[in-house]
């Protein structure tokens, strides 16, 4: 075993999981990683603030994950969301390499090893990822894909990510923690109510090159339950807008963004949110301004622009 410089392990890979009264899907993450063909991972789990037996479910598996050679963590925390969840666990990781999946999605067998390979081959490279496959947790059975797969071969992916062009599925990445600990210094992510994965992904994304390996390595359950799928009422949906605007922010100022042409890019992937969710609840005149703003960035095709200017004028005189 041999430790670098920063004080990671070689060759060892850390799982970070936030989880949230997670005792009957939890059992389902777990059991992959036990099952993962690599030898050398650590395990931090964070509980945020769970009201069921979540933590129950998780002190049963101690036992099973010293036999596999594992460490184990299992950190407790006060109920927040994921990124606050994922910061509890940062401070514990020791691995050369981060993954932090979700809790109730699944890895499969060599989905750890296959990555970790793949780096190894190909040292120019500081992160990579894998395609992924969405399922039903209780039937089992496929369920479409919820996000664009993009062009393969990009390995540029801030602005793919940022602009949903491409897959963000948290447990399909493998990063290095000394490079991702060179960005957060501090072990702490932005804190916001909008999930973890812009602030894990955005700024490391738009230092390193990221390929894909074209195998589904990583299993999405589909849960219509869940935090991220749950009906929101219209305060709730643009309190979440404003938050993940404030969000992709102060991600600029981390990634160091200055230059004309990304902020042109950043005031179109505002505006065209703003014009999304103004016309879902009837705004108008906040749509119209946020159409102005593209028109002035040069967001819009012409065939974009009289489809958006169609969609008003239906909104308007037929609503």
Not at 22 to 49: A, C, H, K, R
Not at 97 to 109: A, F, G, N, T
Not at 238 to 248: C, G, M, P, W
Not at 289 to 297: D, E, G, M, R, S
């Amino acid at each position: 075993m041999c430790i670098g410089d920063q004080g990671f392990i070689e060759e060892k890979v850390s799982v970070v999981t936030p989880v949230f009264n997670g005792e009957f899907y939890l059992p389902g993450m777990l059991e992959s990683i036990l099952s993962q063909t690599y030898p050398q991972m650590e395990i931090i789990l964070v509980d945020d603030g769970s009201t069921d037996g979540t933590i129950l479910v998780a002190e049963r598996y101690r036992e099973r994950f010293a036999r596999r050679g594992y460490d184990y963590h299992i950190i407790h925390s006060c109920h927040k969301n994921a990124s606050a969840a994922i910061n509890q666990g940062l401070p514990y990781v020791t691995g050369e390499y981060l993954i932090w999946p979700d809790s109730d999605d699944v890895l499969e067998p060599e989905s750890v090893e296959k990555r970790v390979e793949f780096l190894k081959r190909h040292p120019q490279y500081q992160c990579v990822r894998s395609l992924a496959y969405y399922f039903d947790p209780v039937t089992g059975e496929s369920r479409k894909a919820e996000e664009q797969t993009g062009n393969l071969s990009d390995e540029y992916l801030f602005w793919d990510i940022l602009e949903s062009k491409t897959f963000v599925c948290c447990g399909c990445y493998m990063i290095k923690s000394e490079c991702f600990f060179a960005i957060y210094p501090g072990r702490h992510i932005p804190e916001y109510p909008v999930g973890q994965n812009f602030q894990m992904l955005l700024p490391y994304m738009y230092r390193y090159r990221c390929p894909t390996i074209r195998e589904p390595l990583y299993g999405v359950c589909v849960r219509e339950n869940s935090h991220s799928r749950r009906g929101l009422t219209q305060e709730e949906e643009e309190r979440k807008y404003r938050d993940y605007e404030s969000l992709v922010d102060e991600i600029s100022e981390i990634c160091g963004i200055h230059d004309t042409e990304s902020r042109r890019r950043m005031v179109c992937w505002k505006a065209r949110r703003r014009y999304i969710i103004s016309m879902k609840y009837g705004r108008i005149d906040q749509a119209v301004y946020a159409l102005y703003l593209l028109c002035k960035n040069r967001g819009f095709t012409k065939e974009q622009l009289a489809e958006t200017f169609w969609g008003i004028w239906n909104k308007v005189f037929h609503s």
